[in-house]
């Protein structure tokens, strides 16, 4: 929620009327007072932070003093809910160092949560604004402290569920550009040849994008946790990286602050990550990314940076601790399509 391209300032009445999302039409009818049977929340003001038709929307809202998410889905949200209820139990919602949002309530038949707000910017806008290495150690000290709780709940999210989710990318990709799709398929072909044992289970974000970890000022706050599930940690470390590595493709500008995260989270990470596996988890998670957009039919062509996603990739799929940052170097030798 912190990289909102678009927030804009919505009233109840000016909402997207989608029948999938029962919530946000009965917000858009009813009022947010009624929905959350609070009268003075008649005067908040609504913002629209992110919107998928069919699936979900994310409204932010303030109203005096207070500030706090709604999430609609077109899913039931229980196991959200629950991640939320377990994380807080296990101290990490709390007001200071690394935490999650806490869960202000819910409503299974209209599939809302309302959570609290957490304020800082994202470690991908760290990125931007020159402070690589903050946003490095942020998602290491996350890491770290997730590694200090035990809980090992939720559905299996590694190397299987990944590589499934690279044919999806693959397929996408194939439709939409045959020569691209050809290089993420033999790209495939190597991680579903080269798949690391899945080792000791543990809590996983699933979807850790650098916009999902906030700079809290003493900590890292964790947003958006629907993907979450049991897995090595290399899956949050790996999917970490790659939209690192997605943003120095983009912005050539901020080349040099991408690396500085890289290599801060690489050294933060030390003992807590296998180089190998993780090389592995980077490499499928930039298959992932190359192909945003198409595996949900809201783009018909690849983004911008695709080839160079997949060419990264491959050669990250190929050259198993050969990344020279993994062993302390530059990552001057990694061959970049910029296609």
């Keep these: 929620m912190r990289d909102v391209m678009d927030e804009s300032r919505t009233t ?8 999938a999302l029962p919530g946000l039409r009965k917000i858009m009818t009813r009022g947010l007072a009624q929905v959350m049977s609070e009268p003075e929340l008649e005067l908040a003001t609504l913002y629209m ?3 998928v038709p069919g699936s979900r929307a994310t409204l932010e809202a303030r109203v005096a003093n207070r500030r706090f998410v709604i999430k609609i889905y077109a899913d039931d949200p ?3 809910a629950e991640v939320y209820r377990r994380l807080a139990a296990l101290g990490l919602a709390g007001d200071s160092g690394p935490r999650v949002p806490r869960l202000l309530s819910w409503d299974r038949d209209q599939k809302i949560l309302v959570l609290s707000w957490l304020e800082g910017p994202s470690a991908s806008q760290l990125v931007k ?12 000290a996350w890491l770290r402290a997730a590694s200090g709780v035990d809980a090992r ?24 550009n045959p020569v691209l799709g050809a290089t993420a398929k033999r790209t495939a072909k190597v991680l579903e040849r080269t798949l690391p044992e899945e080792g000791t289970p ?23 946790w629907q993907q979450f599930g049991q897995g090595p940690f290399e899956v949050d470390a790996g999917m970490f990286l790659a939209t690192i590595s997605r943003a120095a493709l983009r912005h050539q500008e901020v080349a040099d602050e991408a690396t500085r995260a890289t290599e801060a989270f690489l050294e933060g ?44 990739a491959a050669w990250r799929a190929e050259h198993p601790l050969a990344s020279s940052l993994l062993e302390g ?7 970049r399509d910029h296609a």
């Design 129 to 140: 604004d020159g402070k690589g290495r903050r946003a490095g150690e942020l998602a290491v």
């Design 269 to 312: 990470t030390r003992g807590l990550v296998d180089p190998n596996t993780l090389e592995w988890y980077w490499a499928a998670s930039l298959l992932h990314l190359a192909a945003s957009g198409l595996k949900t039919g809201l783009r018909t062509q690849p983004i911008l940076g695709a080839h160079s996603l997949v060419g990264e």
């Design 78 to 80: 229980s196991a959200e």
């Design 329 to 335: 170097g530059a990552q001057g030798d990694v061959p």
């Design 202 to 224: 543990h809590l996983v974000h699933g979807t850790l994008y650098a916009r999902h970890i906030l700079d809290m000022g003493d900590g890292p706050g964790v947003i958006d």
């Design 153 to 176: 709940f939720g559905p299996r999210r590694g190397c299987g569920h990944l590589l499934y989710q690279v044919g999806v990318s693959v397929g996408a990709l194939t439709a939409a």
């Design 12 to 19: 109840a009445s000016e909402l997207p009327d989608d029948p």
């Design 49 to 51: 932070h992110n919107y």
